[in-house]
């Protein structure tokens, strides 16, 4: 049950299977992987990676050795999945790498010659490698992957067990660069005939078979966020954001509204006033753009200050206690982000901090 007197953020693991089960539709043969970041896009990677090892997948990624540690934990003995960390092997963290069993994905020439230390030592080493192509963000150029590859005993005694890149402008489907990353990742994954190859991210899996490879790495998109930044029918919301009305107010036109003079009414309006507020995660830029979801329709949010949002409900009949959806199937979030000039991703992770959690579904 929701609590009556604060926001609570609904994660619906039903849901998240659900679009677990549309990207895999659109995988073909390609293994899904699911990218469980920054705590599983702020949702629980632990519920999130449990429910997903039930759907059937076998291999996650994180970003930081930390959250791989973490995984660890809470997928527990009895799911040895695979957990790939995204950067790779900090200096210094071998030890913590092998006792959490994390599959480091090698994203720099130092960091191969660390893991080469390593393996050394434990006589082998399971590792991926990150080759940028085109990004410039993360992982060895193109030269540095075609010169190891061409001296396998610089890479002995590590398994090179998957070779991947990440796409800059999936979310576009017509931008040539894809076809160019595309074209530079398929000469590199040559060099290494005996590593699995991965690609594509949540947008990338819609970009055709050619994408896909033996593996792709879905983050946003199993948690509702459309493949193009706008709303997929296909997928369903996995995370609800609601709260109750504190008050019903009528403002004069000329009247503010918060803060400032920046939000004057110019007409009279009719607002509830909802207890919740950027602390639980709604971001602040959205006020004036973005729409909540209130007696049946989609309503202008007013203001988003520290603890208090302001809907104007027009004329619709209203009541304090009653629940006004600020995120979830009506309130799609590709519509949230794009009224607070970000992405799906930043609205996900930023639900964090206050609102109470609820868990639907099984575990
Ligand atoms: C975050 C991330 C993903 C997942 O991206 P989505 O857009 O959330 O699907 C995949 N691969 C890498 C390297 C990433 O950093």
């Not at 010659?113 to 006589?123: M, P, R, V, Y």
């Not at 520290?306 to 009653?322: H, K, Q, S």
């Amino acid at each position: 049950m929701p609590s009556p007197s604060s926001a609570t953020l609904t994660i619906d693991l039903d849901a998240l299977a659900h679009n677990f089960g549309v990207l895999r539709g659109h995988a073909g043969a390609a293994e899904m992987a699911p990218v469980v970041k920054s705590d599983g896009y702020g949702l629980g990677a632990g519920p999130v990676a449990c429910r997903l090892w039930a759907e059937g997948a076998r291999s996650f990624f994180v970003a930081r050795l930390s959250e791989g540690e973490a995984l660890r934990q809470s997928l527990g003995p009895g799911r040895a999945a695979t957990i790939y960390v995204l950067d790779g092997l900090p200096t210094g963290a071998g030890a913590r790498l092998a006792t959490a069993k994390l599959t480091p994905i090698l994203t720099s020439l130092p960091q191969v010659a660390e893991a080469q230390a390593l393996a050394a030592q434990a006589g082998g080493l399971h590792v991926g490698l990150h080759v940028d192509t085109g990004m410039n963000r993360q992982g060895i150029t193109p030269d540095e992957a075609r010169a190891l590859a061409q001296a396998p005993d610089r890479l002995a005694p590590l398994d090179v067990g998957l070779v991947m890149s990440h796409l800059g402008s999936a979310t576009d489907p017509e931008d040539p660069r894809n076809a160019a990353q595309l074209a530079k990742f398929e000469t590199i994954r040559a060099l290494f005939p005996v590593a699995r190859a991965s690609l594509a991210a949540s947008a990338g899996i819609f970009l055709g078979a050619d994408y896909r490879f033996d593996m792709v790495r879905p983050g946003v998109s199993l948690y509702g966020g459309g493949p193009e930044e706008r709303p997929d029918p296909r997928l369903k919301a996995v995370a609800t954001l609601d709260a109750p009305i504190l008050d019903i107010r009528n403002i004069a036109a000329g009247e503010m509204i918060g803060y400032g003079s920046k939000t004057v009414v110019e007409i009279p309006t009719r607002a509830a006033i909802v207890a919740a507020g950027y602390t639980d995660g709604v971001i602040r830029m959205a006020k004036g753009r973005a729409a909540a979801w209130f007696a049946g329709a989609l309503r202008p949010v007013l203001i988003v200050n520290m603890d208090l949002i302001a809907v104007d409900i027009g004329n619709a009949p209203a009541r304090p206690g009653e629940r006004v959806e600020l995120m979830g199937p009506h309130a799609q979030i590709d519509e949230l982000a794009a009224a607070a000039g970000t992405v799906a991703h930043e609205c996900l992770v930023r639900m964090s901090a206050r609102a109470e959690r609820v868990y639907l579904g099984a575990i």
